[in-house]
């Protein structure tokens, strides 16, 4: 499966690698931000195996892992450059030897300071899609920083650019620009913002999505007795009450249309996704080879039928989306 890169006419693999986990623990004023303990070498394999599979799409953050997930795209995948399209976004401080995320920062300079980090980090002399990772950015400021964005494209180091946001109006100022090809929004089976998903298809922008397996609520893997490691950002999750035990149940209800076909349930709410917008391309995130390799498998069956779509709507007693 291939879709294209919004206006930009790239094409890229239907479902990207997301590579926030394997970036490994980093935190955020004593916070856990990442995804606990990752074997690299793991990560590595994992890598190479979504090339081999067909994946071309890989999508990162100069914060993940405080720069480890982009040395870690650039040991598996550098030799296959001209192959694979990079995804990297800046806006948050960090500092790769004490792994410590501490704040925000979208000044012009820090832009092209972080710009060049990825650079270096990747090893490459060329960012595919440069994203603006601070999702809530004062509106009035947001201009210079898109300034700064398209410096960068003349400039060479970036070929399209978008952000990492879920706010109309931020997408609405973004996608004035000719190079911008892109949004990246929070969506998956339980919701998201429609209005940016709207805007998306509107400006022929691609709606990159984080979070397609709601931080793996729709993997169907959780159960009432899971508990998460303390420097896993997910640690304070409650699977006997409240918001994952209410998502269990709703997951195990459409269990059997997510699977139907032979697909796993994760393999289910990512065709689900491909079904509900021609512009969405996930970007599911992975700690091992079997995980890359379930969620790639979901291309091998495609998006889910209308029916199964209206299935799953009747059941969790909300309106058809398709």
Not at 58 to 75: K, Q, R
Not at 257 to 272: I, K
């Amino acid at each position: 499966m291939k879709r294209l890169l919004g206006r930009s006419g790239v094409e890229v693999s239907a479902l990207g690698m997301g590579c926030w986990a394997i970036g490994g623990p980093h935190a955020r004023q004593g916070s856990p931000v990442g995804w606990g303990q990752v074997n690299d070498d793991e990560s590595i394999r994992a890598l190479k195996r979504a090339f081999e599979l067909g994946v071309n799409f890989y999508d990162t953050a100069d914060v993940y892992g405080c720069g480890h997930s982009e040395d870690l795209i650039a040991t598996a995948l550098s030799d296959k450059r001209d192959q694979i399209v990079i995804a990297t976004k800046a806006g948050y401080t960090y500092d790769e030897a004490t792994r410590e995320a501490p704040g925000t920062n979208g000044d012009p300079d820090y832009i092209r300071w972080c710009c060049d980090q990825s650079l270096r980090r990747l090893k490459t002399d060329y960012i595919d899609l440069y994203q603006f990772h601070l999702g809530g950015y004062d509106l009035a400021k947001a201009p210079e920083v898109l300034a700064v964005f398209e410096e960068l494209v003349t400039q060479g180091k970036v070929r399209y650019i978008g952000w990492s946001t879920d706010d109309p109006p931020r997408v609405e100022l973004f996608a004035q620009s000719p190079h911008c090809v892109a949004i990246q929004q929070g969506f998956n089976l339980f919701g998201g913002n429609q209005e940016t998903l709207a805007l998306c298809e509107k400006y022929n922008l691609a709606s990159i999505l984080r979070g397609p397996l709601a931080m793996g609520m729709l993997t169907g893997k959780f159960t009432p007795d899971t508990k998460l490691p303390e420097d896993d950002i997910r640690h304070g999750w409650n699977f006997k009450e409240g918001g994952q035990a209410d998502a269990m149940k709703k997951v195990e209800s459409i269990r059997d249309v997510l699977t139907s076909g032979g697909r796993t349930v994760a393999q289910g709410a990512l065709a689900w996704l491909w079904a509900r917008s021609p512009v969405m391309i996930p970007i599911p995130g992975f700690k091992t080879v079997q995980q890359a390799e379930e969620n790639i498998g979901a291309m091998q069956f495609g998006p889910l039928t209308v029916e199964q779509m209206r299935q799953i709507d009747d059941i969790l007693g909300r309106p058809h989306t398709v």
